[in-house]
Every structure is written in structure tokens, then in C-alpha cells.
């Protein structure tokens, strides 16, 4: 069963370039035909689906967020990287890195603020 990490700054200033990585362990993801995902929880909001990177590099975006936001992998170390350009406080949530691998996994998820 793969596991995933995220990791990042907890907190971002206004403005700023928000880069998360999404570390993955006991598979590669690179491998048929999984997709790699990255979803967001505000506080007191629902999930917000954000971006996706497939096994071969394809990527999707969420159209309310494509406009600020970047996904891309480093196979040779397994990870998945999320940048959000741009931030605003409305940017302050709990961010998940997922994967369709096994039917579904999700990391436990980093929580990130932006404030001056």
C-alpha cells in the first residue's frame, strides 16, 4: 500500500508562491494508471479539489485555480509538488495529497496559513 507525506510551510504572507511536496512510499508514481491528486480544506468549508498529475504526466486543473496554480513530479524521488501562486488568506487550509492507487489514499494532510 503506498503512503503519502506532505510537507511545506505552515505559514505563507500574503502574495507569496505557496509550494507544498507530496512524498510517496511503496510505489511509484509513474506506475499505470494512477493519478496523484491535491485537495484543499478550508476551515469550516468542504474539499476542494485542485489539481491532478496522471501516470504519464498529464496534468488537470481545477478551472476556479488554474490560473494560479502548478503540479509537477520528480519521479527520481517520488514526489509530487503543488505551487499555488498568488495566496490570499482565502488560501488557508488543510492541504491533501491523494492518489486512485488501491482504490484510494490520502496523506494525513498539512495545514497551511496565509497571513502577514
Known amino acids: 500500500q503506498v503512503q503519502l507525506q506532505e510537507s511545506g510551510p505552515g505559514l505563507v504572507k500574503p502574495s507569496q508562491t505557496l509550494s507544498l511536496t507530496c512524498t510517496v512510499s511503496?510505489?511509484?508514481?509513474?506506475?499505470?494508471?494512477?493519478?496523484w491528486i491535491w485537495i484543499r480544506q478550508p476551515p469550516g468549508k468542504g474539499l476542494e479539489w485542485m489539481t491532478a498529475?496522471?501516470?504519464?504526466?498529464?496534468?488537470y486543473y481545477s478551472p476556479s485555480l488554474k490560473s494560479r496554480t502548478s503540479i509537477s513530479r520528480d519521479t527520481s524521488k517520488n514526489q509530487i509538488n503543488l505551487q499555488l501562486n498568488s495566496v490570499t488568506p482565502e488560501d488557508t487550509a488543510v492541504y491533501y495529497c491523494?492518489?486512485?492507487w488501491g482504490g484510494g489514499s490520502w496523506g494525513q494532510g498539512t495545514q497551511v496559513t496565509v497571513s502577514s
Open positions: 491523494a492518489t486512485t
Open positions: 511503496g510505489g511509484s508514481i509513474s506506475t499505470k494508471y494512477y493519478y
Open positions: 498529475i496522471a501516470w504519464s504526466g498529464t496534468t
